[in-house]
């Protein structure tokens, strides 16, 4: 995917492309667009459909959220936590779902575990929805060589990286696709490594998807790959495998849909649940 205007324009054309029906249907991950800005009164004739309004991607509004964040004067040396990752990381940090009124993210759960009232889970959010791997790779390249450097900054110092990408290559895939989405995982990997070498990384496995294909051919694969990985000895032992794959599995084997709001995104329940695998295991890494 050609990258252009901040790495971000291929993205941009994913999501214009995708219909609703894709989305119910447990399509990429975050790949979804957003109106924005109120419409302060109707026209003459009573509709808003007659009226002029601007309309951005919802990644656009994203980023420059965390790029104001990274460019304001405030220490971040008190972050201990960076999640990063694409629409399912980004969603820890949701409330109401904007496209399905009613259905809520892990907002809440956040708050309660990540917002700052326990210092040592203080959690900086890096996720955006539609990312690839790819698009993470922009992201925390340094802008000295061309990313957008959100890595760079010296007082950003975490105690844990928190991984979670990949599933969004799995729509509109390169062949073969395990060794794809292997290969973008891992270059990731390494990329965090070098800008945060002091870092543990958590490498969590993929979720599962609401299409068993899917998840046979790709999700389990990758996972098996990834727990694998985790424990070579190249990985200079600050990776570690987080599998939550089986958090996410319900009785009958397939994905358990009380824990998402949709065939891809967790819901409150899902980030819960989460949650309650992530925060022990960060316990015992950081002893």
């Not at 989305?23 to 007659?50: I, K, Y």
């Not at 959220?65 to 990274?70: C, F, G, K, M, P």
């Amino acid at each position: 995917m050609a990258e252009k205007q901040r790495g971000f324009v291929g993205l941009g054309r994913l999501c214009v492309a995708l219909s609703a029906a894709l989305w119910l249907q447990g399509g990429p991950a975050g790949a979804q667009t957003l109106v924005t800005g109120e419409v302060a009164s109707r026209t003459a004739d009573g509709f808003n459909s007659t009226r002029p309004t601007p309309r951005i991607e919802y990644w656009q509004k994203r980023l420059a959220e965390i790029e104001a964040r990274l460019e304001a004067p405030d220490s971040l040396e008190p972050v201990k936590l960076v999640f990063l990752g694409d629409s399912i990381t980004d969603f820890w940090t949701m409330g109401e779902n904007p496209w399905f009124p009613g259905a809520l993210g892990g907002r809440a759960i956040w708050t309660e575990s990540f917002s700052g009232d326990r210092p040592e889970t203080l959690g900086f959010n890096l996720g955006i929805s539609g990312d690839r791997t790819e698009h993470v790779l922009h992201r925390i390249r340094p802008r000295s060589e061309g990313g957008l450097g959100q890595l760079d900054r010296t007082d950003l110092d975490p105690d844990v990286i928190i991984l979670l990408i990949g599933i969004n290559n799995s729509w509109d895939a390169e062949t073969p696709a395990v060794d794809s989405v292997l290969a973008g995982i891992r270059a990731v990997v390494a990329a965090v490594q070098e800008r945060k070498p002091d870092a543990i990384i958590v490498l969590q496995s993929l979720l599962p998807t609401n299409e068993p294909a899917r998840n046979t051919s790709l999700v389990e694969p990758v996972n098996r790959a990834l727990s694998a990985y985790s424990t070579d000895p190249s990985m200079a032992g600050n990776v570690r495998f987080l599998d939550i794959h089986d958090v996410f599995i319900g009785a009958d084997g397939f994905q358990d849909r009380t824990l998402f709001m949709d065939g891809v995104h967790p819901n409150e329940a899902g980030y819960r649940a989460w949650r309650d695998r992530l925060l022990p295991f960060l316990t015992v890494i950081r002893r």
